[in-house]
């Protein structure tokens, strides 16, 4: 925007004519539109990384779903397995307690029953016959002899049983310890697999982060673009437009040359000081090298437009300050410079006598504006352009006390 400025400052003030600017600004013209065309190249570019960002990004959230329902139903695996395995863990425990209680049962009945054939044996056979012939009857001695028999038959039976419960403990024991081992396997195992899932799910989490850090990126990078190719269509058209007035030679407004010392000063409030292109040493002022006068008033009163037109140059230029440019049309402009604050933008419309800004100060007068009249970039004399009888009551009510 800075260059644009330029060269429509270079387009109003070049002493040599407007043809050599208006080359100038054809070439600044063309060098902008060579721009124009690489922004919008990259921002296609750029558009399009942007979008493959986002596609990338839609398909590691698809995975990262898929990842946490398939952590989700690895770990209730792993809590229904760990459960099974507390319930075989349980199950053991009792088998080993009901096997360590058959073991004593069984030690206490081979503990009798020893006991008993100890004592059978050593009654002997005689032993026996006294036994069965001390019935007092027949019928009693068969009985007897029944008796002892049903006796060892039963003890035979209960260490069988006993033996074989011994047998079926030992073998669910053995079960129970396998599917044990197995269920503490598969639980380890699943607890792996989980922990895995969920460290891909870590990894998969830290991709989209910096997926949505390109995107943005990306975002605000194409942001700056459009914000660039706005800017460079902008100059694009000042230029244009420019280019066209130029060529053209038709009057924006109605014409300036008639006001030729009719035109009201830029100031109401104080007086003329001095005309840079006559200031004398001798007369106690500053000599500066320039082209207009300078007005002596007070800071922050109105600045005025001397004549309608548009703004064509709104910023500070070195060596005047704050300046503003109006193009009254016919190759005529006024500049103002010093100004404290400006209200008008380039390219605004502006009307005999508005208010356009605010006097400031610089090094043409610690309070006041610098003044300018130009055609077709050559300096006017202001002095022939302005009123003479209100430039002699400005000074004369600056004479009142």
Not at 246 to 268: I, N, S
Not at 339 to 363: M, N, Q, R
């Amino acid at each position: 925007m800075k260059v644009l400025r330029f060269l429509l400052l270079l387009l109003l003030l070049c002493p040599s004519g407007p043809v050599q600017a208006d080359d100038v600004i054809q070439e600044e013209l063309r060098q902008q539109r060579q721009r124009l065309e690489a922004v919008e190249s990259e921002i296609a570019e750029q558009r399009l990384r942007a979008e493959e960002v986002a596609a990338s990004e839609k398909t590691v959230l698809g995975e990262l779903a898929a990842l946490e329902a398939r952590i989700s139903r690895q770990w209730e695996q792993l809590d229904a397995t760990r459960r099974a395995w507390t319930q075989k863990e349980l199950a053991l425990m009792e088998t080993q307690e009901s096997l360590a209680k058959q073991r004593k049962a069984l030690a206490d009945l081979r503990r009798q029953l020893e006991r008993r054939l100890r004592a059978y044996y050593q009654m002997g056979t005689v032993g026996t016959l006294n036994v069965l012939f001390a019935a007092d009857s027949f019928p009693e001695m068969i009985s007897r002899e029944a008796y002892i028999r049903r006796i060892l038959s039963r003890d035979k039976d209960l260490r069988g049983r006993y033996r074989r419960r011994l047998a079926e403990l030992k073998a669910t024991a053995a079960r129970l310890e396998r599917d044990r081992a197995a269920l503490k396997k598969a639980a380890a195992r699943l607890e792996a697999e989980a922990l895995r899932l969920e460290e891909r799910k870590r990894e998969r989490e830290a991709f989209v982060q910096e997926l949505r850090q390109q995107g943005e990126r990306y975002r605000a990078l194409l942001a700056e673009l459009e914000s660039a190719k706005q800017s460079l269509e902008a100059v694009i058209g000042q230029l244009s437009r420019a280019v066209a007035r130029a060529k053209a030679g038709v009057p924006d407004t109605a014409a300036f040359e008639a006001q030729k010392g009719r035109l009201l000063p830029p100031v109401r409030r104080g007086r003329l000081l001095y005309s840079t292109s006559k200031a004398d040493d001798a007369a106690g002022h500053l000599v500066l090298q320039g082209a207009g006068v300078v007005f002596g008033a007070p800071y922050g009163s109105e600045i005025r437009a001397v004549f309608d037109g548009h703004v064509v140059y709104n910023d500070v230029l070195p060596g005047y300050g704050k300046v503003l440019i109006i193009d009254h049309g016919e190759g005529f402009y006024s500049l103002v410079a010093q100004g404290a604050k400006y209200f008008k933008a380039v390219g605004d419309e502006v009307s005999e006598g508005e208010t356009v800004g605010l006097v400031g100060g610089g090094p043409w007068a610690d309070e006041g504006v610098y003044f300018e009249i130009r055609y077709k970039g050559k300096a006017e004399d202001p002095l022939a352009w302005l009123d003479r009888e209100v430039l002699d009551q400005m000074a004369a009510q600056a004479e009142q006390p």
